[in-house]
C-alpha cells in the first residue's frame, strides 16, 4: 500500500465524524464540501495556528521536558488509512514523542472526545512513521491566553480511535446513509442542514 493510492481520510474528518456522522456521508460518498473556509472560527483558528507556528513557544515547550521539536508536520499513513498536518511533534526527555495541537478555545478542564482523538490519531500517526512510543499529547488553548493540557493515553484510547476509523470507512465504502448526531442543537449551523433529513 502506498499514500498514493490507498483511500485516506484526515483527522478533521474524524472530527467531522464524531461530531455528525453524516459528515462523513455528505462529504465522502456524495462529495459535497463544507465550504468550511467561509465560517468565522475557522478562519480565527487558521490565523492562530500560522501566528503561532512563527512565534518562539519554548517556554511552554521547557515546561514538558520537550528536548526536540518539528512544527506544522505532515504525516500520512497507509496503514492507519490517515493524512494530515499536526502543529507540532515533540521529542521528550524520557524517549517518547508527544503530538501538540493549537485549539483557539477557551481551555476547559473537560476534554473534548473531538480533541481527544485528532490527538490520540496524530499519536497513532507519529508511533508509525518515527517508531518511538507515544504516551502522552498535549493541547495548547488559545483563546483566553496559552493554556497547555496534557493527557495520557490508555490503551483503550487507540482501540476507541481503530473503532472509529473503522466506522468512517464503512460508510465511505458501502455508501450508507447514517444516524445523524443526537444533539439537535448541532444542527442549527449545520452546512448540511438543508438536505439533510
Not at 521539536?69 to 490517515?82: D, E, F, G, N, T
Amino acid at each position: 500500500m502506498d499514500t498514493e493510492s490507498t483511500l485516506m481520510i484526515t483527522p478533521s474528518e474524524v472530527i467531522e465524524h464524531l461530531y455528525c456522522p453524516r459528515f462523513t456521508y455528505f462529504m465522502n460518498c456524495l462529495n459535497i464540501p463544507q465550504h468550511e473556509e467561509l465560517r468565522y472560527k475557522v478562519l480565527k483558528g487558521r490565523e492562530i495556528h500560522e501566528r503561532r507556528s512563527s512565534e518562539n513557544r519554548d517556554y511552554l515547550r521547557k515546561k514538558i521536558g520537550c528536548t526536540s521539536k518539528a512544527i506544522s508536520v505532515y504525516l500520512a499513513s497507509p496503514k492507519i488509512r490517515v493524512r494530515g498536518v499536526v502543529d507540532e511533534v515533540l521529542e521528550l526527555s524520557d524517549g517518547t514523542m508527544s503530538p501538540l495541537d493549537y485549539k483557539y478555545t477557551e481551555f476547559s478542564e473537560y476534554t473534548f472526545k473531538t480533541h481527544k482523538f485528532q490527538s490520540v490519531i496524530y499519536a497513532m500517526l507519529i508511533e508509525e512513521i518515527y517508531k518511538k512510543p507515544v504516551k502522552k499529547g498535549f493541547i495548547c488553548y488559545l483563546k483566553d491566553g496559552a493554556s497547555l493540557k496534557e493527557m495520557d493515553y490508555k490503551p483503550s484510547d487507540f482501540d476507541e480511535a481503530r473503532a472509529l476509523l473503522s466506522e468512517i470507512f464503512d460508510v465511505i465504502s458501502k455508501g450508507y446513509y447514517p444516524k445523524k448526531t443526537r444533539f439537535p442543537m448541532r444542527c442549527t449551523d449545520c452546512c448540511y442542514r438543508n438536505i439533510c433529513v
